[in-house]
């Protein structure tokens, strides 16, 4: 946080963004320390909801949740319809995640790590982007598709319009009490409905894609924390994206050298 405060001092800053799941509550505890800037995150109480899927259970929400609790005694006294999914109460990036394919490798599971077990779903999954403004009202969400998935990224998907999945998202981040943005993911269950599975109070990986479909989430996160009028909605389109690597080869004496970066020990 030192560090941080002293970034804001010299650079003059107005607003701070975190785009990584772990920072975000450590900062959001101490945002007055950022001052005179901005921190753009939704507050402490919403992103521990967000962030704990077994706090998640509590929510007040029509929409359908999987079932969802601690592996060791509580999980070994529930009738699953097997496979299940095994993983890590906190997390992101689908880090610990872990299909059980039966009763003996639900029970073998350790009971230390802070597992979670949840219901199996099936269907095709989804990540919403939504934004709520400062009354909680949502004035966009963004259905894509991730057709192929790479440490937790979307590196190739579609944006969907899908009445549905708009819906259950807003309803979710109306009951996390979201101000600013969030990525919900969803995935379909056996009979077909939007469950959540993930609720990330940050930028998502694939923003790149919502941008192109017309909702501008850096632009539209800024100007509400800096106090500006948004509108009451955003629409958005029907675009597709392919995420690749690209090799750039360069002459030697175009590399650009900063004193920054990692290699300048090793020279």
Same mark, same amino acid.
């Given at each position: 946080? #030192?560090?941080?405060?002293?970034?804001?001092?010299a650079d003059d800053l107005d607003l701070v963004i975190s785009t990584v799941d772990v920072e975000l509550i450590a900062l959001s505890e101490r945002?007055?320390?950022?001052?005179?800037?901005? &921190?753009?995150?939704?507050?402490?109480?919403?992103?521990?909801?967000?962030?704990?899927?077994?706090?998640?259970?509590?929510?007040?929400? =029509?929409?359908?949740?999987?079932?969802?609790? *601690?592996? +060791?005694? =509580?999980?070994? !006294?529930?009738?699953?319809?097997?496979?299940? @999914? !095994?993983?890590?109460?906190?997390?992101?990036?689908?880090?610990?995640?872990?299909?059980?394919?039966?009763? !003996?490798?639900?029970?073998?599971? #350790?009971?230390?790590?802070?597992?979670?077990?949840? %219901?199996?779903?099936?269907?095709?999954?989804?990540? $919403? %982007?939504?934004?709520?403004?400062?009354?909680?009202?949502?004035?966009?969400?963004?259905?894509?598709?991730?057709?192929?998935? =790479?440490? +937790?990224?979307? /590196?190739?998907?579609?944006?969907?319009?899908?009445?549905?999945?708009?819906?259950?998202?807003?309803?979710?981040?109306?009951? /996390?009490?979201?101000?600013?943005?969030?990525?919900?993911?969803?995935?379909?269950?056996?009979?077909?409905?939007?469950?959540?599975?993930? $609720?990330?109070?940050?930028?998502?990986?694939? &923003?790149?894609?919502?941008?192109?479909?017309?909702?501008?989430?850096?632009? &539209?996160?800024? %100007?509400?924390?800096?106090?500006?009028?948004?509108?009451?909605?955003?629409? @958005?389109?029907?675009? !597709?994206? $392919?995420? @690749?690597?690209?090799?750039?080869?360069?002459?030697?004496?175009? *590399?650009?050298?900063?004193?920054?970066?990692?290699?300048?020990?090793?020279?």
């Amino acid at each position: 946080m #030192p560090a941080i405060a002293r970034m804001v001092e010299a650079d003059d800053l107005d607003l701070v963004i975190s785009t990584v799941d772990v920072e975000l509550i450590a900062l959001s505890e101490r945002r007055e320390e950022l001052a005179p800037a901005i &921190l753009a995150a939704p507050s402490a109480d919403t992103l521990n909801t967000a962030l704990d899927k077994m706090a998640r259970r509590a929510l007040r929400s =029509d929409r359908p949740h999987p079932r969802t609790v *601690l592996a +060791g005694s =509580d999980a070994a !006294a529930v009738d699953w319809e097997f496979p299940v @999914f !095994a993983k890590p109460r906190q997390g992101a990036g689908s880090r610990g995640v872990r299909l059980v394919p039966d009763r !003996a490798a639900l029970d073998a599971l #350790p009971t230390d790590e802070g597992l979670i077990v949840q %219901d199996f779903l099936p269907g095709e999954e989804y990540s $919403v %982007d939504v934004i709520a403004d400062a009354a909680g009202n949502v004035i966009a969400a963004v259905p894509r598709t991730r057709a192929r998935v =790479d440490s +937790g990224v979307a /590196i190739a998907g579609r944006t969907v319009r899908d009445e549905e999945l708009e819906e259950t998202a807003a309803v979710i981040a109306r009951a /996390i009490g979201l101000v600013g943005v969030a990525n919900v993911q969803l995935r379909r269950d056996r009979a077909g409905r939007a469950v959540l599975l993930e $609720v990330n109070p940050r930028f998502p990986g694939a &923003l790149p894609l919502t941008i192109a479909a017309g909702v501008d989430i850096p632009s &539209l996160v800024t %100007d509400l924390f800096l106090g500006r009028e948004l509108p009451v909605r955003v629409p @958005f389109r029907e675009v !597709a994206s $392919v995420r @690749f690597l690209e090799d750039v080869i360069v002459e030697v004496d175009d *590399l650009l050298v900063s004193a920054h970066a990692g290699h300048q020990e090793e020279l």
